[in-house]
Every structure is written in structure tokens, then in C-alpha cells.
């Protein structure tokens, strides 16, 4: 069975840095694109990064310059790096990933179970 753990959320003061992490278990055969996506109350959940098997990474406008996604393809975990952080990033943020189960599968999307990050002013 596939999931996602997350980790590495929790209370900041504005200005600092949190750093999450999200690692995949369980049998596949291949990863594509990994991300952070977060949702605050009463708003829509929303893309905050994503990085693809490649490298590439894209970024929501509101977080260019203050977050940074990385991965590492051999431990199947993806990591979001966030310094600067405003009051305005509070949310419960969501590890996405797109896995391939076996070669002639699709590729589906996963969730993980979200961690809240909160930045006090």
C-alpha cells in the first residue's frame, strides 16, 4: 500500500524557516512529479511547488524567492524548504505525488496526510 508521511511542521515566528518532508512507501515502479500544496481556512487548496523527476521545479508567485522544493529520487522524499515566512503562509500543507505502480499503469496521483504549519506576526 502506498503512502505519504509528512513532516517537519509546526509554529514559527514570521521571518523564519520550517522544512518539510514527505517520503513515499510501499511498492511502485516509478515517480513522476512531486509537490507541496497547501490550504488555508476557507480557501481552496492551491500549488505551492512542484518538481518533476528531472529537476524542474515551478513555484507558486506568492512563495518565488522564499520556498525551495528538492528531492531525493533514492529515498522516494521530497522536501520544501521555506525561510521568510509570512503570516499569510499559514495553512495545512499537502504532499502530492504522481506514482506508477506497475510499467503498464498510469500515473495516479497520492496525498499525504497534511501538516499544519502556522506563522504568528
Known amino acids: 500500500q502506498v503512502q505519504l508521511v509528512e513532516s517537519g511542521g509546526g509554529l514559527v515566528q514570521a521571518g523564519g524557516s520550517l522544512r518539510l518532508s514527505c517520503s513515499l512507501t510501499g511498492s511502485i515502479f516509478s515517480i513522476n512529479v512531486m509537490g507541496w500544496y497547501r490550504q488555508a481556512p476557507g480557501k481552496q487548496r492551491e500549488l505551492v511547488a512542484g518538481?518533476?523527476?528531472?529537476?524542474?521545479?515551478n513555484y507558486a508567485d506568492s512563495v518565488k524567492g522564499r520556498f525551495t522544493i528538492s528531492r531525493d529520487n533514492a529515498k522516494r522524499t521530497v522536501y520544501l524548504q521555506m525561510n521568510s515566512l509570512k503570516p499569510e503562509d499559514t495553512a495545512v500543507y499537502y504532499c502530492?505525488?504522481?506514482?506508477?505502480?506497475?510499467?503498464?499503469?498510469?500515473?495516479?496521483?497520492?496525498w499525504g496526510q497534511g501538516t499544519q504549519v502556522t506563522v504568528s506576526s
Open positions: 518538481i518533476t523527476s528531472g529537476g524542474h521545479a
Open positions: 502530492n505525488v504522481e506514482a506508477q505502480l506497475l510499467p503498464t499503469y498510469g500515473y495516479v496521483p497520492y
